[in-house]
């Protein structure tokens, strides 16, 4: 999936009316939960690096629901990457 795609996706997800925000946040969560659970010890240091990207991509789609939880998603993920 590009990045794009899930961009698109994202956003279909915070506009829909019907859910509210927790299950908005519960639909986006499941959907980087499912990548990081794709990944194995096989994958590639690139497949790697791709599923941080687009886990940034959700993690910015949580901040428009919750500016607090995903700013703190984005700051852990930025700390992840100073610390190696």
Not at 31 to 48: A, F, H, I, R, V
Not at 59 to 70: H, N, S
């Amino acid at each position: 999936m590009s990045e794009a795609t899930l961009q698109e996706l994202v956003n279909e997800i915070i506009k829909n009316e019907k859910l509210t925000e927790k299950e908005k946040k519960d639909k986006l969560f499941e959907m980087d939960c499912k990548m990081y659970t794709n990944l194995g010890t096989d994958s590639t240091k690139t497949e790697k690096e791709e599923t941080k990207k687009r886990s940034r991509v959700i993690y910015r789609g949580i901040r428009e629901i919750d500016f607090y939880l995903g700013c703190a998603l984005l700051r852990t993920q930025d700390d992840k990457k100073k610390a190696q």
